[in-house]
């Protein structure tokens, strides 16, 4: 099939990669010139592990193009996927200009064809959109959410756990059916519905999952008062197949583009359709004040004050797996730190442009560098190669020994045993020396 995506962030590009690798022709369209003239040259404006193999074969095979004109991208298209951003605006709102605008474009340029938003928009919006289109150019808009996460976007994509498909009629579910084919053939549920009950679901399964989070991570503090040991406590929850295991590590709090921008629109969503949310408005306090909360135990450990002292932080990133420092718990808990005196390093594989957010910190080029002279290291993003650390050579080379484990993803037992005061989430100091 012959298909279009009109913006090239991380969902669009993403897809459109993959689906010219499902064998359908692809066509990208960017506004930036340099971001489509790298891709032309293979070059990725984001790190996404297999991405670039994917992209190679792809171009390869002459099976995907970049352009930054609307008349060569849409030439021919069935479909056009829609995956420009939504961002926050100041009020919680999510920003449709951008989608309210490309959707425009495609009128001035395409007919007879099925317009897909796949960008994250509040339910309503693709109704709206449909009742704008000019009616003589039999176009309809479906809805067509994506559930990709940063940094196993391929992997997910290659085995989604449903695919949800919102129209306004039969017709355009069988044309998206069609674009997912081998998927269907594969056995994966297609939830094919609506419009607005289509962008309901992405802003459900967010919160859901966001909601899932502040839970335990307000649990892992009540484990830590109590003398609960948090690792039992998910393994005892999470082995009832109704909870389930998954998205239940606590830590510094959810970041990233989607959850905290996705449940704030749905809370003022929620507020405009007067539906009360509280539980929701619970989720989005309670993540907010995780990082000073956390910040807070962090000073104590320093007899409230930590007034020049050299802090280290492993991790800049909002988890591991991407470059991608937007609303980073990591970058937070800095700025904390920093304005109550710490000299901070931090040191990340692949965070770029941490440098804009946090200009007055140091950053290390080498994980062995970042903690030489340290009074203190943090691990705020759970990379894998921080448990490969050299124990000795780190204890040797911070002057308090002290270990803050963010992410829970150090030795525990054998670092107190070599003399660390370590520090988790969840876990009372005298069984694993907790916050
Ligand atoms: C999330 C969803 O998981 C995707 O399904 C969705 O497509 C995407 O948003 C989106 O709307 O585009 P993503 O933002 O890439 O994906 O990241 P997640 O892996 O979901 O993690 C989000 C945050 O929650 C991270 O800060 C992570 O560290 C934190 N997290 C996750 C925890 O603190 N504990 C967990 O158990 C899981």
Redesign the pocket.
Known sequence: MKIAFIGTG??GLVSGVMMSSMGHDVVCLDIDNTKISNLKQNILPIYEPGLDGYLKESVAKNKIKFTTEYSKALSNAEVIFVTVGTPSLSSGDADLSYVFKVVDNITKFASNCLIVIKS?VPPGTCNKLNENLPKNLNLKIASNP????????VQ?FLNPDRIVIGTIDEESANLLKEVYKLFIKRGVSIVSTNLITAELI?YT??SF??A??AF??EIADLSEKVGANIDQLIEGIGLDSRIGQ??????????????PK?INALSKFAKSQKSDFFLLDAVINSNYKRPYNLSNKIIKLFNGNIDNKKITVLGLT??AG?DDIR???AIEIIKILKNSGAIITAFDPKAKDAIELLPDIKYSGTLEQSYLGADALIIA??WPQFQDLDFDKLYEELSTKIIIDLRNILPSKQLIKKGFKYYSIGTRLEQASSL
């Open positions: 991380y969902v994250t994506e559930f990709l996460r940063e940094g196993y976007a997910d992405k399964s967010n999952l966001a899932k989070i335990i991570n998954k998205f239940l590590t606590p830590g510094p709090g959810f970041g990233g583009s989607c959850f996705d909002f988890k991407t609303n980073s718990p993003t759970e």
